[in-house]
Structures are given as C-alpha cells and as structure tokens.
C-alpha cells in the first residue's frame, strides 16, 4: 500500500507553513519529504539534505523566429492570443506561452519551437529523510509540472523506503502549482495566520482542497498577534468541519531557530511554539494514521 | 521653468514570496502619497487579492476576463489524433473513441482548434476571472481576481494593467513569487520596491525577486520588513550587490496586531507610515536618480 502523502499549503506565503512541515518532518523521526513550493523553496534550508541525484527541468517552450525565412506576412501576429507578436514581428519569450500557434501559423515554417530550462530538481538524504525538491529559475512560470515531477520523485522514493507518510510543502495561491499539489494527495495541512487576509486566504485554499476532494485539517499560526481574529477562523472553520490541529503562538524562538538552520522543536523545545507544534503534530498523526 | 512630470509612474510593490507584508507597504504607500500627489492602486496579486481588506472600497464597475475551451464535435471528429499531438500542454487525449478535453490543463490557445483537418472543434468562451474598479479612500482603486481552480493568472493581470491612468502614479501590489503572473505586473514598471523580512527565508526568497526584477530590466530597491527578528542576512547581502535598502521597518506586536484586524498600519501607525514614504524617497533618490 503505498504511503498517504499530505500536503501543506497556505493560500498564500509567509504564514509559516514551511516552519510547520519542518516542525512535523522533525517530530515525524523519519519519512520521506517533498519540497513542491517550487517558486521560493525555503525547506532545504531547515532540512539541509545532501544532494545525490540532481536535473535540469524543461518546462516549457518558447517560440524562436528565423528572421532570414520570415516575409512578415503577420500570420503568425495574428495567431498568437497573448499579444507576445509586436508590429514588428517579434517575438517577446516573457509573453509566449510556448503554445504554438505562430508555427502552425506561419506559412513559410520561420517559427519553430524550442525546449527551455526552467528549473532544477534534487533528490537526496536529510537528517529526517529522504528528500526531493525542485526550485524553478526565477522568472520561470510555474506550470505545475515541475511540482508533479517532485511529487513523481517523492512517490518513486516513497515505494522503496519505509515511510509513514509523504510531506510536501506545497506551493502558495490557489492557481495551476497548487492543483498540482492538491490532486490525488490523502490530505491537507492548512496554515493560516490570525489576520483578515488570512481567513481571506485559506478560504480560497481550502476551497481548491475541497474541489480536489481532499480532507483538510488546519493550523493557526502566530494566534496571538489577534485572538479576536483567531477566534473568528476557528469559528469559521468550525462551520466547514475543518478541524483545528492547534493554535501556534508567537515566538520569537521561531525566526531564530530559522537563523540557525533548524526547526524550533529541535532548537528550543520548551519554547511556547515547540509545544504547541507537538500538540498539533499529535493530533495530525493521529488524523491521518488513526 | 520648465516643468517636468514626474519621474515614477509605475511603482511595483513586489516580494519572492507571500507574507512578506507587500499588501500593506503597497496599500500604505498609496494611502500616504495620496495626500500629495494623484495615485492609483492595483492590486494584481490576483490569486489573493487582499488589498481592499485595508481600505474602504466602493465599487463602481467590473469586467469580465475570459478565455475559451475546445469542445469537439464527435460527429465530425475522426481521432485523426493531430489536436492532441499539437497541445503543448497535454490538455487533449484520446481515451477510446474519443478525444478527451482537461479543461484545467488548456491555456485557451486555440491551437488543436488551428490544426483539426475536419473542423470538428469549436471553443467556447469560459469565465477566467475579473477586474474590478472602484474608489478607495479618496483615490481610484482596482483589483484582479482569479477563478478559483483556474490555472492561468497572466490575462487577469494584463486586464488589471489596462486599467492604468497615466496621469496617476500606479501602485501595483504584485503577485508574490517570481513566476508569470509576478513578471507581468512587474514589466513595464519604472521601479519596483521589493519587500522581505530579514531571515534567511526572506533573503532565499529576495534573491529570486531581485533576479526577475533585474531580467525584466526594473530597478529594484528593498524594503526589509519585521526588521530585528532575524539576522543581518539581507542587509550585507544587499551591500554586497549593491542594491539599495530603503527602509527598515521594525518588528513591532502593535503593527502585526493591526494588521491582523484589518486595519491599515499605514493610517494608525506612525513608524509604518513614515517607513514607507522614507522608502519612496529614497527610491526616487537612489534608483531613479
Ligand atoms: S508560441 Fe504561442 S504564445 Fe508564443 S509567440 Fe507563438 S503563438 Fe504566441
Ligand atoms: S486550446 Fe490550446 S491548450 Fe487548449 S486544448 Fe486546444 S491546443 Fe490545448
């Protein structure tokens, strides 16, 4: 039977999510660990893997024109559907969508289209397990492939290990790298902060989650910069039957432990936020392994 | 004399991630200058868009942004396969005696439609999300918003664009992270003030945004947020590359608790409000000098 994977996501950055799958990855002992938050992967710098196999990713094309064939007749102008053809008959590779249109357009074959590198991949061991994770070239759009492809490598390491389950730090927002992250997982770690946004946020999160049909659990972060407020998304949460794994207070032990490279549960364990991330660690693993 | 317009039309507020606190130096810097000079704001972060959270909007008008879908004909279709084999995005498959459309896949390019020798297929127009206008405290106010399950976010943004008044200075809070839709909002800036927090997180994260903002040719200065709970990271970084920290906005319970209301530091927090015009000016002195 293969592992349930379970994916951690925020509906937006910077709310501590991958504070929290460190935190879980760390109380976990051993598992195997995804980080799929492709466009800013911040997990290796808590987990420091070790790098053993490592790739370049291609994932898209762009459309490059032969400028000797071209006769500027504009087919090619008119064809593109995101404005990436100018009057002169450029072609803007910000713009292209690498969808094609201008080469099957083009009725002298000037235009061809062309792989291009836009990420890495690594797999490789942490002190809490294997490890895989991608991070795109900056400037890269994140398609969701590259968060499949992660998922693809966690999976290939996860049938051959002893595994409870699989972690992945998911991507922020709610668009195409997110439902690569959400589809086919077995569940969902929410993290939110106590602020308007927030609730804002995780709905919309949660709301993709849902559509995926993944069950959810979430966790309140920094609680106390509004208790009002997390009042309100605890409320609200329990109105969606989402469960609340734990309120996590303020710490300033957590950015330390960040400066230092590790996970607050390893640096400071009595700290107020390593008690109630192994509160909320107890009661994820009791909801996702009964 | 002669006078001359002002220098900064397009201001981007962008960071490498999420959380940095790029919606409330955006939403501040416009509530500010608004006192001074005409401005406009836009929020583009259109996969959460939170900036109306910090103001008082009325809305005046909304318009639809749309893409289309293939649908295929069965009677017409004869699984030649060319439509599936010219999707670059693998959003078409045959699945027996029948091509098969991942409507969450397609980015609407109208190319299997292009190719099919039989005609068979024709697109519909689906809903990809909105841009909303409005007025917010005193100054015109527009926002992107994203379909939820929809995967394409750049047509909003460029939607959102158009919306811009060239005799105000536009403040585009933009989609956090380095990806398409960041690119988009940030091309065609006159500068970009880039907001992190001081941690190596927030300096992994710097790093990417810096790169874009450098590959789409705007200059950049920084904004560290939360300053004192991290390390000095950032700051001896951003020596290093020579690129400008314009403001250091201290950690403060008060200001996150503001925040987390849903009230704007900006207009109750003295500190904030005189960080991010120490952040203006010293952009229109360093960068665009
Ligand atoms: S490949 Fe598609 S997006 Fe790129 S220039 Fe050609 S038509 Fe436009
Ligand atoms: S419109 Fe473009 S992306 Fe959509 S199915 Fe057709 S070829 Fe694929």
Known sequence: MNPPTIVFLSGKGGTGKTSVTAAFAVLGGHQVLADADVEAANLHILLAPRVEEQGEFEGSKVAIKDDSLCTRCGECREACRFEAIDEEFNIDPWLCEGCGACVH?????????????????????????????????????????????????????????????????????????????????????????????????????????????????????????????????????????????????????VPRAMVAGKSVVETDPEAPASRALRDAYARFRQLVLG | MRRRGPLLMILAVASGKGGTGKTTVAVGLALALSETRPVQLLDADVEAPNAHLFLDVTWTGERRVVTWRPRIDPEACDLCGLCVEACEFGALARAGEKILVFDELCHGCGVCRRVCP????????????????????????????????????????????????????????????????????????????????????????????????????????????????????????????????????????????????????????????????????????????
Do not use: M
């Open chain 1, 105 to 253: 357009a083009c009725p002298v074959d000037a235009i061809r289209l062309e792989p291009q590198v836009t990420g890495h991949w690594i797999t490789g061991t942490s002190a809490r397990g294997p490890f895989a994770g991608a991070e795109l070239l900056p400037g890269e759009e994140n398609s969701g492939k590259l968060v499949t492809l992660v998922r693809q490598k966690a999976r290939q390491i996860a049938s051959r290990v002893e595994t409870p389950w699989v972690l992945v730090d998911g991507p922020p927002g709610i668009g195409c790298p997110v439902i690569a992250s959400v589809t086919g997982v077995d569940g969902a770690v929410l993290v939110t902060e106590p602020t308007v946004s927030g609730l804002h946020d995780v709905e919309r999160a949660l709301g993709v989650v849902r559509h995926f049909g993944a069950p959810a659990a979430l966790v309140i972060n920094k609680w106390d910069l509004s208790p009002a407020t997390a009042e309100r998304i605890e409320s609200w949460a329990t109105e969606r039957q989402l469960p609340v794994l734990a309120r996590i207070p303020y710490d300033p032990a």
């Open chain 2, 118 to 289: 039989r005609d068979a297929i024709t697109e519909i127009e689906v809903p990809l999300g909105k841009v909303q206008v409005g007025e917010a405290d005193g100054f015109p106010f527009a926002r992107g918003v994203l379909d939820v399950g929809e995967a394409t976010a750049t047509p909003v943004v460029h939607a959102l664009k158009r919306e811009i008044d060239p005799d105000r200075l536009a403040i585009l809070d933009c989609p956090p992270g380095t990806g398409c839709p960041t690119i988009a909002s940030l091309r065609g800036a006159d500068a970009a003030i880039l907001v992190t927090e001081p941690t190596p997180f927030g300096l992994h994260d710097l790093k990417a945004a810096v790169s874009v903002a450098r590959a789409v040719g705007v200059p950049a200065g920084v904004v560290v947020n939360r300053d004192g709970i991290g390390d000095d990271g950032v700051l001896r970084w951003c020596e290093e590359e020579g690129i400008p920290v314009l403001a250091r906005i201290p950690f403060d319970r008060e200001i996150a608790a503001l925040y987390a209301e849903g009230r704007n530091p900006a207009r109750e927090s003295a500190t904030f409000r005189e960080a991010v015009l120490a952040a203006l000016a010293g952009l229109e002195r360093e960068v665009l000098a």
